[in-house]
Structure formats: structure tokens, C-alpha cells
Nanobody
Framework: QVQLVESGGGLVQAGGSLRLACAAS????????MGWFRQAPGKERAFVGR????????NAVDSVKGRFTISRDNAKNTVFLQMNSLKPEGTAVYYC?????????????WGQGTQVTVSS
């Protein structure tokens, strides 16, 4: 099993920045990639971006490209979501998730989420 703990959420004004972290523990050797998702009030959880654990390949949805950056620190088993130029519509609970090797299309473990609130 893999345990995930997110941190770094909070209240920020529109145009501001936040950096979220997701620390993984447990069976991290089985991780293929980690993803970031968000769930806005009254909406379904949505994919934001991902990073592969070994090669560091990233991609993200168009709505955050150029503003959000995903990175990792393998030595600390931690991935980051740097969010710049935040917009009020970015208000959501942000979750990280793990996809294990061999489990394409399925996210196996989830963190508890961290609240991000962007005021206008």
C-alpha cells in the first residue's frame, strides 16, 4: 500500500500562488505515476496533471498550462504542484493520487485532499 499526505493548501487572492506537496510513504517502489486532481464545489473531481515517477514526464490539462507546474523530489518521495496566477475558479479541494505499475487507467491510492480557496 501507499499512503499519501497533501499539504500546502490555503486562502489566496486571485493572481497569487500556492505550492502543494504530496508526500508518499509505504510501497513507493510500485509507483508508476502520480497525479493531481481537484474537486470544485458542486462538481465532480477532475484531472489536473500528472508526473511519472522515474522519468519525470509531465502533462496537464489545457486550463492550467503555463500557470501550474508539476515536479517531484524522488529522494523525499514527494511531488509538488506549483500554482501561479490562480483564478477564483481554481477554488477546490486538491487531491493527489498514485497509479501503480501495470495499472494503466486506474488510480490506486488517494490522499485526503487539501483545500485551496482563491478569492476575487
Amino acid at each position: 500500500q501507499v499512503q499519501l499526505v497533501e499539504s500546502g493548501g490555503g486562502l489566496v487572492q486571485a493572481g497569487g500562488s500556492l505550492r502543494l506537496a504530496c508526500a508518499a510513504s509505504g510501497r513507493t517502489s510500485s509507483i508508476y505515476q502520480m497525479g493531481w486532481f481537484r474537486q470544485a464545489p458542486g462538481k465532480e473531481r477532475a484531472f489536473v496533471g500528472r508526473i511519472t515517477w522515474s522519468g519525470g514526464f509531465t502533462n496537464a490539462v489545457d486550463s492550467v498550462k503555463g500557470r501550474f507546474t508539476i515536479s517531484r523530489d524522488n529522494a523525499k518521495n514527494t511531488v509538488f504542484l506549483q500554482m501561479n496566477s490562480l483564478k477564483p475558479e481554481g477554488t477546490a479541494v486538491y487531491y493527489c493520487a498514485v497509479q501503480n505499475l501495470g495499472n494503466a487507467g486506474k488510480w490506486d491510492y488517494w490522499g485526503q485532499g487539501t483545500q485551496v480557496t482563491v478569492s476575487s
